[in-house]
C-alpha cells in the first residue's frame, strides 16, 4: 500500500512563491519516478513535471525556468518549488508515485495564485 500526502499548498499573489511537499509511505522510495500534476477547474489534469529515482527532472513548457522539482529519498520525501507564480497556475496539485504495475496519487494540495 503506497500513500501519499502533499502539503504546502495557499493563496500567494502573482510573482509569489511556494513550496510543495508529499510524503510517501513506500518501500524503496528511491526506486521509483515522482510526479506533480495540477488540475484547474473545468479542465483536464496535467504533467507539471517528474523526477526520476536517479534524480532526472523534466518539466511542461508552461513551468519549465519556473519550478523545479526535488527529492530527499533519505526521507521519502519529493518537492516542488514554485516560482514567479501566475494565475494560471490556479489548481490542485497531486503527486504522483510511477511504482510497477500502477500509479499511486495523493489528495491534492490547493494553490490559489491571485492577488
Known amino acids: 500500500q503506497v500513500q501519499l500526502v502533499e502539503s504546502g499548498g495557499g493563496l500567494v499573489q502573482p510573482g509569489g512563491s511556494l513550496r510543495l511537499s508529499c510524503a510517501a509511505s513506500?518501500?524503496?522510495?528511491?526506486?521509483?519516478?515522482m510526479g506533480w500534476h495540477r488540475q484547474a477547474p473545468g479542465k483536464q489534469r496535467e504533467l507539471v513535471g517528474r523526477i526520476s529515482g536517479g534524480g532526472t527532472t523534466n518539466y511542461s513548457d508552461s513551468v519549465k525556468g519556473r519550478f523545479t522539482i526535488s527529492r530527499d529519498n533519505a526521507k521519502n520525501m519529493v518537492y516542488l518549488q514554485m516560482n514567479s507564480l501566475k494565475p494560471d497556475d490556479t489548481a490542485v496539485y497531486y503527486c504522483?508515485?510511477?511504482?510497477?504495475?500502477?500509479?499511486?496519487w495523493g489528495q491534492g494540495t490547493q494553490v490559489t495564485v491571485s492577488s
Open positions: 513506500v518501500k524503496v522510495f528511491s526506486f521509483y519516478a
Open positions: 504522483k508515485a510511477e511504482v510497477p504495475g500502477r500509479d499511486y
